[in-house]
T-cell receptor, first 115, second 108 residues
Framework: DAEITQSPRHKITETGRQVTLACHQT?????MFWYRQDLGHGLRLIHY???????NKGEVSDGYSVSRSNTEDLPLTLESAASSQTSVYFC??????????????FGPGTRLTVL | EDQVTQSPEALRLQEGESSSLNCSYT??????LFWYRQDPGKGPEFLFT???AGEEKEKERLKATLTKKESFLHITAPKPEDSATYLC?????????FGSGTRLQVQP
């Protein structure tokens, strides 16, 4: 069955370290997204991609970067981790067919703690 | 700026006690309104997409409706397994904007 996976599921790191969170989907979806979820803020968009070599900034992109070299993967990099980036991170993917924006499917999440 | 407000923040129901969750929104060019269910420690799970005012969709005990300013998620005769956080999101010209969710608890 097609799916979307994230790794690691839990990560503890120190302030100032570079961290990369992986996201892999097997639906062959064009669109991929990264969100963070914090109490009181709901899901907020970090970066998104509508295809290979395409990346766009979301609402809370400062301190994060992404690259899309193939259809299946969209890794999220924290260049220099900060305590404010402690959160649960979700990856999602979707397909646009005939101009209709279909629903996003979400991964299981990565819980990141920055000490 | 697109905005989504969900109410109430939390709702406690007895099994079988029907109720509705509200999602009010402002968006530049609505291209879809989405409802998701999220269980603790898991990613959101897709429930419904609504595209235009007057549209309704049903799935088991859930029914979603849409007007030009808000959407309702009606829960008929809920069961304890319906306990979860329900998220509403709108798709405008740019990207998906989520509300903070309604945390539903159904007691047996």
């Amino acid at each position: 069955d097609a799916e979307i996976t994230q790794s690691p599921r839990h990560k503890i790191t120190e302030t100032g370290r570079q961290v990369t969170l992986a996201c892999h989907q097997t639906w062959n979806h064009n669109n991929m997204f990264w969100y963070r979820q914090d109490l009181g803020h709901g899901l907020r968009l970090i970066h998104y991609s509508y295809g290979v070599q395409d990346t766009n900034k979301g609402e809370v992109s400062d301190g994060y970067s992404v690259s899309r070299s193939n259809t299946e993967d969209l890794p999220l990099t924290l260049e220099s981790a900060a305590s404010s980036q402690t959160s649960v991170y979700f990856c999602a993917s979707s397909q646009t067919r005939q101009g209709v924006n279909n629903e996003q499917f979400f991964g299981p999440g990565t819980r990141l703690t920055v000490l | 700026e697109d905005q989504v407000t969900q109410s109430p923040e939390a709702l406690r129901l007895q099994e079988g006690e029907s109720s509705s969750l509200n999602c009010s929104y402002t968006v530049s060019g609505l291209r879809g309104l989405f409802w998701y269910r999220q269980d603790p420690g898991k990613g959101p799970e897709f429930l419904f997409t609504l595209y235009s005012a007057g549209e309704e969709k049903e799935k088991e005990r859930l029914k979603a409706t849409l007007t030009k300013k808000e959407s309702f998620l009606h829960i008929t005769a809920p069961k304890p397994e319906d306990s979860a956080t329900y998220l509403c999101a709108v798709l405008g010209w740019r990207a998906l904007t989520f509300g903070s969710g309604t945390r539903l608890q159904v007691q047996p």
